[in-house]
């Protein structure tokens, strides 16, 4: 009875215990959520993020809505914006859009979306990240008539569409309808001055400094002095198109154009349309229509149709400022495009089939070019796999941070270089030890979305320490995996031969030990015939004394 009491008296204590539990996981859960703010549907919010930090909103989405727009205006510095409807306070890692370009920018999430709204209440999660100290003004507004994809509504009387966020305040769209012309408005730029032209700003500390900015890289500010490598207009192949861009794996609208070779290999100029991939991943060629006869996008464009297929995203791709039909990874059936027209967003291009237009033992563009390109290339910095791969994942160890450490930018730069680097003999070790320390640097961090070692997360509860990834970096090196098999093979050999010792040494002493067997019988044997021998002669002489006994006996 007394143990029966204790149990049911510890009933309610463990009921108590429970709900102290699930009442703090209730407060941090309501913590977290208190860091995003309120944000209203058509309100203009007034922001300032600090570098590499951020500003979490949370926007509540009517099920009438069967479109929203974002538009964030930077005021001063580059502010990023991610976006969810999944995820509270998405950042780089698990943001469902991302919007990372410079000056005002716009995005049309239509209800369509795998994503969009997915359950009631519907709240848009929106993290707006300083990629340097910013200010800016956000904004989310419903756009419901964009939805249908008929042609875009005027936001007020004489306001196209296409004039908003133009870097001009027109006069009829500084309305609050119109967000001030899509942020035009609401800094004072005036036409022709460095920020105007920039429309983020580029403030005159930027010029000169040491420092190349792209929002500085223009005519109307001087190039930003010496700070890209150009101190004069005649040494730049075309306005826009920067230092180290040509031939550094990207694609760059400004730099494709004759003046400046068409960027390199990076546009596939004047490739055939070789391919081998069933699903035209490997596709490089130049066919820029659909199957239905529509003109495709530039794949670095935004308009008419917003979409995440971009450079940035994948960048072994073959993507970025050219409108030539491509298919990423794979991702869909066949090569495809996003057209200019602005009611159909993609279809698919008739394309030549696999290996048709190939010569013989002839090797797909985008196979060739890779294996060709070393992990560096002679250049300004950072121009190669490597150097890109340092810049955008920055330090390791205690000085690595997360914005940069855990960024898409990081990982894709990390994909990339495992492309190329394993492969280049002169800078495969430098290539290994700053992989390695971004791998411990992303675990330190807590971030493990990096498919590219998928594997290394997968298996790092094996490593204690950082001298445990090193060794495993040395295994997986071939040379050591060689010397490593030879060694196992010599060790193998060498217990053989031991073994075989052992039982020479052992059949050795067994034969001793039968020989000295055999010895000790024979000497065995000599020693009895010899004893009955000795019996026989003590016989005779007592039977000669006791003869002398019995004539000794009849003479007396």
Same mark, same amino acid.
């Given at each position: 009875?007394?143990?029966?009491?204790?149990?049911?008296?510890?009933?309610?204590?463990?009921?108590?215990?429970?709900?102290?539990?699930?009442?703090?996981?209730?407060?941090?859960?309501?913590?977290?959520?208190?860091?995003?703010?309120?944000?209203?549907?058509?309100?203009?919010?007034?922001?300032?993020?600090?570098?590499?930090?951020?500003?979490?909103?949370?926007?509540?989405?009517?099920?009438?809505?069967?479109?929203?727009?974002?538009?964030?205006?930077?005021?001063?510095?580059?502010?990023?914006?991610?976006?969810? &409807?999944?995820?509270?306070?998405?950042?780089?890692?698990?943001?469902?859009?991302?919007?990372?370009?410079?000056?005002?920018?716009?995005?049309?999430?239509?209800?369509?979306?795998?994503?969009?709204?997915?359950?009631?209440?519907?709240?848009?999660?929106?993290?707006?990240?300083?990629?340097?100290?910013?200010? &800016?003004?956000?904004?989310?507004?419903?756009?419901?008539?964009?939805?249908?994809?008929?042609?875009?509504?005027?936001?007020?009387?004489?306001?196209?569409?296409?004039?908003?966020?133009?870097?001009?305040?027109?006069?009829?769209?500084?309305?609050? @309808?119109?967000?001030?012309?899509?942020?035009?408005?609401?800094?004072?730029?005036?036409?022709?001055?460095?920020?105007?032209?920039?429309?983020? =700003?580029?403030?005159?500390?930027?010029?000169?400094?040491?420092?190349?900015?792209?929002?500085?890289?223009?005519?109307?500010?001087?190039?930003?002095?010496?700070?890209?490598?150009?101190?004069?207009?005649?040494?730049? /192949?075309?306005?826009?198109?920067?230092?180290?861009?040509?031939?550094?794996?990207?694609?760059?609208?400004?730099?494709?154009?004759?003046?400046?070779?068409?960027?390199?290999?990076?546009?596939?100029?004047?490739?055939?349309? /070789?391919?081998?991939?069933?699903? =035209?991943?490997?596709?490089?060629?130049?066919?820029?229509?659909?199957?239905?006869?529509?003109?495709?996008?530039?794949?670095?464009?935004?308009?008419?149709?917003?979409?995440?297929?971009?450079?940035?995203?994948?960048?072994?791709?073959?993507?970025?400022?050219?409108?030539?039909?491509? *298919?990423?990874?794979?991702?869909?059936?066949?090569?495809?495009? &996003?057209?200019?027209?602005?009611?159909?967003?993609?279809?698919?291009?008739?394309?030549?089939?696999?290996?048709?237009?190939?010569?013989? *033992?002839?090797?797909?563009?985008?196979?060739?070019?890779?294996?060709?390109?070393?992990?560096?290339?002679?250049?300004?910095?950072?121009?190669?796999?490597?150097?890109?791969?340092?810049? @955008?994942? $920055?330090?390791?160890?205690?000085?690595?941070?997360?914005?940069?450490?855990?960024?898409?930018? /990081?990982?894709?730069?990390?994909?990339?270089?495992?492309?190329? /680097?394993?492969?280049?003999?002169?800078?495969?070790?430098?290539?290994?030890?700053?992989?390695?320390?971004?791998?411990?640097?992303?675990?330190?961090?807590?971030?493990?979305?990096?498919?590219?070692?998928?594997?290394?997360?997968? *298996?790092?509860?094996?490593?204690?320490?950082?001298?445990? @990834?090193?060794?495993?970096?040395?295994?997986?090196?071939?040379?050591?995996?060689?010397?490593?098999?030879? $060694?196992?093979?010599?060790?193998?050999?060498?217990?053989?031969?031991?073994?075989?010792?052992?039982?020479?040494?052992?059949?050795?002493?067994?034969?001793?030990?039968?020989?000295?067997?055999?010895?000790?019988?024979?000497?065995?044997?000599?020693?009895?015939?010899?004893?009955?021998?000795?019996?026989?002669?003590?016989?005779?002489?007592?039977?000669?004394? @006791?003869?002398?006994?019995?004539?000794?006996?009849?003479?007396?």
């Amino acid at each position: 009875m007394p143990a029966q009491l204790g149990r049911r008296a510890g009933v309610p204590a463990a009921r108590a215990c429970a709900a102290r539990v699930l009442l703090a996981s209730a407060v941090a859960l309501g913590a977290s959520r208190a860091r995003e703010a309120p944000l209203k549907l058509s309100e203009l919010a007034s922001g300032y993020v600090q570098e590499d930090d951020f500003e979490h909103y949370a926007v509540r989405i009517p099920p009438s809505s069967r479109a929203v727009k974002v538009i964030i205006t930077p005021i001063f510095g580059d502010p990023d914006v991610y976006l969810s &409807f999944v995820h509270a306070e998405p950042d780089d890692t698990t943001a469902t859009w991302m919007m990372d370009g410079i000056g005002t920018e716009e995005r049309l999430l239509r209800r369509q979306a795998a994503d969009f709204c997915v359950g009631e209440p519907c709240t848009l999660h929106v993290s707006v990240y300083g990629y340097e100290a910013s200010e &800016f003004k956000l904004a989310v507004y419903n756009a419901t008539d964009l939805s249908s994809g008929g042609d875009p509504p005027m936001c007020a009387p004489g306001c196209a569409e296409f004039a908003l966020s133009d870097g001009i305040c027109d006069g009829e769209c500084n309305t609050t @309808a119109c967000f001030y012309d899509g942020g035009d408005c609401l800094v004072s730029h005036s036409r022709g001055t460095c920020d105007w032209r920039t429309r983020a =700003g580029c403030p005159s500390s930027w010029i000169g400094d040491g420092v190349c900015d792209e929002e500085c890289f223009v005519e109307e500010c001087e190039w930003d002095g010496t700070d890209c490598a150009h101190s004069q207009t005649d040494e730049i /192949c075309h306005p826009g198109c920067m230092a180290g861009w040509v031939n550094d794996g990207e694609c760059d609208e400004e730099c494709n154009n004759e003046p400046c070779s068409y960027d390199g290999n990076d546009c596939a100029h004047a490739v055939s349309d /070789c391919y081998h991939s069933a699903d =035209g991943a490997d596709y490089r060629g130049q066919v820029s229509q659909t199957s239905s006869g529509l003109q495709c996008m530039r794949w670095s464009e935004q308009y008419p149709h917003q979409h995440a297929v971009t450079h940035g995203n994948f960048p072994r791709s073959g993507l970025g400022g050219h409108n030539f039909c491509r *298919n990423p990874e794979g991702r869909e059936a066949q090569p495809f495009c &996003f057209t200019t027209h602005p009611t159909v967003r993609w279809e698919f291009c008739n394309v030549p089939k696999p290996f048709e237009l190939c010569m013989a *033992n002839e090797m797909p563009h985008a196979a060739s070019h890779g294996a060709a390109e070393p992990c560096t290339i002679d250049g300004p910095a950072p121009s190669g796999p490597l150097p890109r791969f340092r810049a @955008a994942c $920055g330090p390791t160890g205690d000085n690595s941070t997360y914005g940069a450490i855990c960024s898409r930018a /990081c990982c894709n730069a990390a994909e990339e270089a495992a492309m190329r /680097c394993p492969a280049d003999s002169t800078h495969r070790r430098e290539y290994t030890t700053y992989t390695m320390d971004v791998q411990w640097s992303m675990l330190q961090h807590g971030c493990r979305s990096c498919r590219v070692y998928k594997h290394f997360f997968e *298996n790092a509860h094996m490593l204690r320490s950082p001298a445990g @990834a090193q060794i495993q970096s040395l295994i997986s090196n071939t040379g050591v995996r060689v010397l490593l098999v030879a $060694g196992a093979i010599l060790l193998l050999l060498l217990l053989a031969i031991i073994c075989l010792l052992v039982r020479y040494v052992h059949a050795r002493k067994n034969y001793a030990l039968q020989t000295a067997d055999v010895e000790a019988g024979s000497e065995s044997d000599a020693d009895f015939s010899a004893s009955d021998e000795d019996d026989d002669g003590d016989g005779g002489d007592d039977g000669e004394r @006791a003869g002398r006994h019995t004539s000794r006996g009849r003479r007396e």
